[in-house]
T-cell receptor, first 111, second 114 residues
Framework: DAKTTQPNSMESNEEEPVHLPCNHS???????IHWYRQLPSQGPEYVIH???SNVNNRMASLAIAEDRKSSTLILHRATLRDAAVYYC????????????FGGGTRLMVKP | DAGVIQSPRHEVTEMGQEVTLRCKPI?????LFWYRQTMMRGLELLIY??????IDDSGMPEDRFSAKMPNASFSTLKIQPSEPRDSAVYFC???WGWGSYEQYFGPGTRLTVT
């Protein structure tokens, strides 16, 4: 699987937008970009995924660079409940449903 | 839907004992995954089933670990004999379809081997 690089940690203020970056310079044409997050003492949960175009859902937005070598997960208004580890994962469409988790970014939200 | 169900939620056992972790996937899902999470190694995929058949077990650390999926609604992960380095949180996840579909994780089983 192609590798992703994320900052170890980030801080945000409550009710402000948060931009979580992910670099994936070796991404291949069939790799989807997935984001999961893991709240304290819980299992990971799916956030969003995309291939080429920007994506929006009720939880977040995913902005994908035109060359697909990087992406950004956007939380429009951070809440204290958004404090979690956020994982950016590349998954080839022909790889079944297997996910390879890296270290992720620990997001801390200050009141 | 109740989501992915795992039992027990916590398990404390002594070195050398057999440990069995259980998972009930979401009804209708045909893929099931076992992960292990530790501070040192992060979240690692141990084994992956599709339609009850093991597809990839390359993450299973050694022969002491075994996993089964006798039917679409139940899977077990067994460690025999257990060792202190097996202490971790074990997650089960399930998903539907083949390709880029989301996985649903259970709450995990925290295993402590003394």
């Amino acid at each position: 699987d192609a590798k992703t690089t994320q900052p170890n940690s980030m801080e945000s203020n409550e009710e402000e937008p948060v931009h979580l970056p992910c670099n994936h310079s070796t991404i291949s044409g069939t790799d989807y970009i997935h984001w999961y997050r893991q709240l304290p003492s819980q299992g990971p949960e799916y956030v969003i995924h995309g291939l080429t175009s920007n994506v929006n859902n009720r939880m977040a937005s995913l902005a994908i660079a035109e060359d697909r070598k990087s992406s950004t997960l956007i939380l429009h208004r951070a809440t204290l409940r958004d404090a979690a580890v956020y994982y950016c994962i590349l998954k080839a469409n022909n790889a079944g449903n297997m996910l390879t988790f890296g270290g992720g970014t620990r997001l801390m939200v200050k009141p | 839907d109740a989501g992915v169900i795992q039992s027990p939620r916590h398990e404390v056992t002594e070195m050398g004992q057999e440990v069995t972790l259980r998972c009930k996937p979401i009804s209708g899902h045909n893929s099931l995954f076992w992960y292990r999470q530790t501070m040192m190694r992060g979240l690692e995929l141990l084994i992956y089933f599709n339609n009850n058949v093991p597809i990839d077990d390359s993450g299973m650390p050694e022969d002491r670990f075994s996993a089964k999926m006798p039917n679409a609604s139940f899977s077990t992960l067994k460690i025999q004999p257990s060792e202190p380095r097996d202490s971790a949180v074990y997650f089960c996840a399930s998903s539907w379809g083949w390709g880029s579909y989301e996985q649903y994780f259970g709450p995990g089983t925290r295993l402590t081997v003394t």
